[in-house]
């Protein structure tokens, strides 16, 4: 106990501070306000340097950029010379975007059109087709496109068919892998052509018959049953021309009976013709055969002999 003898109107706590009975508790107040401010200040000082430095460092971020797309274009044009559609073949990502859209509505009929690449870049009207045969219209164009050692259908060039709305104008836009580049750009170039009818992808079941034998028939296998060509466009020109049918040369041996003359060769084409003076044959000489001689042998008996 602290024997504090106060004077009337005096505060207790401080004259027991004064006294020194009670620690004075504002100087530990300094004290300790000083110890927590001071790590304060250092750690914002710090943070301050690091937002300086973040401020200071540049990021660089590098992007690489996107493999520019390659594409073909081409317009289809008829026989006669109208424009019917235009195409873009663009080659991205390993495969290719075929978008084709008509041109002048009412050159194509009203359905479905099938549409295929073929392996000839060549749209001739009325020409014969490069295996021969009659005269077609883009018969140059050759077959379907048929690559990567397909024997089946669809072929490689083989699209999805173009639908022509009732006003004669349509668009179709279609993706495939079967084909590259390089393919359409080869020695024989190729060509887009545009069908009369839709493409069955010889899709013919074994119940349906012709002759007999069921599936598809030749024809159906070759063309899909579209009909005629309409329209074409060359995707890129042939650099080498399609080769010719191949010749057969047939030669003929004639044997003539000994005695007879032997016919002239043939005349050559552009050459003037020989007249041939044909010659009798020398005759034979022939030799007189000896007439047979009769002759007649007597015989004497010995004698004693009956």
């Not at 392996?119 to 018969?139: H, I, K, M, R, Y």
């Not at 074409?232 to 057969?248: E, F």
Request: hydrophobic share 30%.
């Amino acid at each position: 106990m602290y024997d504090l003898a106060l004077t009337p109107g005096t505060d207790p706590t401080i004259e027991s501070r004064r006294r020194g009975y009670l620690p004075d508790m504002s100087k530990s107040k300094t004290v300790v306000s000083i110890a927590v401010t001071a790590p304060l200040a250092v750690a914002m000082l710090g943070a301050c340097q690091r937002d300086d430095q973040a401020a200071d460092e540049t990021t660089t971020t590098t992007t690489s950029p996107t493999p520019a797309a390659e594409a073909v274009t081409t317009e289809l044009m008829t026989p006669d010379g109208r424009s019917a559609a235009n195409a873009t073949i663009e080659f991205t990502n390993g495969h290719a975007t075929v978008t084709l859209e008509t041109t002048t509505p009412g050159v194509l009929a009203p359905g479905f059109h099938a549409v295929h690449i073929h392996q000839v870049g060549q749209c001739e009207a009325n020409s014969v087709p490069p295996g021969g045969g009659e005269p077609t219209d883009f018969g140059s164009a050759g077959g379907h496109l048929h690559e990567q050692l397909q024997a089946g259908h669809p072929a490689a060039g083989d699209l999805t068919p173009l639908y022509v709305r009732a006003d004669g104008s349509g668009r179709m836009v279609v993706t495939t892998d079967s084909l590259t580049l390089d393919e359409l750009r080869g020695p024989q170039g190729s060509a887009l052509m545009i069908h009369e009818r839709p493409d069955n992808f010889a899709n013919i079941p074994p119940r349906y018959t012709v002759n007999g034998v069921p599936g598809p028939d030749a024809e159906t296998l070759a063309t899909g049953d579209a009909g005629a060509r309409l329209a074409c466009g060359v995707l890129a020109p042939a650099s080498t021309p399609a080769a010719p049918p191949a010749l057969t040369e047939t030669t003929t041996v004639t044997e003539m009976p000994p005695g007879q003359p032997a016919p002239p060769p043939p005349a050559v084409p552009g050459e003037p013709a020989t007249p041939t003076v044909t010659e009798p044959p020398e005759p034979t000489p022939t030799t007189p055969t000896p007439a047979p001689t009769e002759s007649s042998t007597t015989t004497v008996p010995d004698e004693g002999t009956p």
